[in-house]
């Protein structure tokens, strides 16, 4: 199973829209391979230092950054559809 690791804060208005289109897009049997993990940056700081971003939401593929900052319904997808076909 693929796992995507976005890095957000509660409060965020992007990360909420984020959140909103994910819970959406995810609906669609083919993202059902895909676990997200969410990291809320505040609470594991060691983790979110450790990757390379300044902006939330912030979407990793393992090690590698898919996007950072703001994200409409049409990156998001793009960020999933990246994920199943690697």
Not at 53 to 78: C, I, M, W
């Amino acid at each position: 199973m693929k796992e995507l690791k976005l890095f957000y804060l509660p409060f965020c208005p992007y990360c909420n829209k984020a959140k909103d289109y994910l819970d959406e897009l995810m609906k669609d049997e083919r993202y059902s391979a895909i676990s997200i993990r969410w990291i809320h940056e505040g609470k594991e700081k060691a983790l979110a230092d450790a990757h390379d971003y300044y902006l939330v939401p912030t979407f990793y593929d393992g090690d590698k950054k898919l996007h950072e900052g703001a994200v409409n319904k049409s990156q998001v997808r793009s960020i999933l559809d990246s994920l199943i076909k690697a």
